[in-house]
């Protein structure tokens, strides 16, 4: 299957600062990515969808100042949380999408993760 | 956002036994996948189904989506430890994927 990578894996930041998170598909272009946040023992919230070469979508309640998305190329999406304070702490994946021939089966594969905390 | 629920939410079995997990939302979505995921890992893609009343069987797990897609079940036989797990359904919706309310199941040898 499609590889996805994310980097870095685990950060741990002070408040008040600004955290890059980094979205790779490896062996396949994405035109689109989304990004999703996970609590412990929670299911994922989509958070935005990153679209290459326009403005990311953000889902209703997410600041989009709060967190800048960038999808600059074909392979890679980035999600910043600007300004992080401990309630920003959480799980955050990606994924990038993969569309097969006619868009009927697409299938989004999924990065490892981004353990972020916030002290 | 589309909502998906799930049930059950937890689900704690003993090795051997079978089990069945549902998911259910009032929205029509285009397709609908599943996942299973590990702590402190990414989702991992279990099977998509598309077409109203599909039935797809991996080994032990049997998907099926409903006719009006808006709900699907995983079904699982004779479950093993290491089904172990975040179960989570996804639908597609538009150009997004949301996913279900998740379940936990943990199972016991």
Not at chain 1, 15 to 43: H, N
Not at chain 1, 54 to 79: M, P, R
Not at chain 2, 71 to 88: F, K, M, R, V
Request: glycine share 10%; hydrophobic share 35%; net charge neutral.
């Amino acid at each position: 299957g499609a590889v996805v990578s994310q980097h870095p894996s685990r950060v741990i930041c002070k408040s008040g600062t600004s955290v890059k998170i980094e979205c790779r598909s490896l062996d396949f272009q994405a035109t689109t990515m989304f990004w999703y946040r996970q609590f412990p023992k929670k299911s994922l919230m989509l958070m935005a969808t990153s679209n290459e070469g326009s403005k990311a979508t953000y889902e209703q309640g997410v600041e989009k100042d709060k967190f800048l998305i960038n999808h600059a190329s074909l392979t890679l999406s980035t999600l910043t949380v600007t300004s992080a304070h401990p309630e920003d702490s959480s799980f955050y994946i990606c994924s990038a999408r993969l569309v097969s021939g006619g868009g009927a089966n697409n299938e989004q594969f999924f990065g490892p993760g981004t353990r972020l905390t916030v002290l | 956002t589309q909502l998906l629920e799930q049930s059950p939410q937890f689900l704690s079995i003993q090795e051997g036994e079978n089990l069945t997990v549902y998911c259910n939302s009032s929205s029509v979505f285009s397709s609908l996948q599943w996942y299973r995921q590990e702590p402190g890992e990414g989702p991992v893609l279990l099977v998509t189904v598309v077409t109203g009343g599909e039935v797809k069987k991996l080994k032990r797990l049997t998907f099926q989506f409903g006719d009006a897609r808006k709900d699907s079940s995983l079904h699982i036989t004779a479950a093993q430890p290491g089904d172990t797990g975040l179960y989570l359904c996804a639908g597609e919706y538009g150009n997004q994927f949301y996913f279900g309310t998740g379940t936990s199941l943990t199972v016991i040898p």
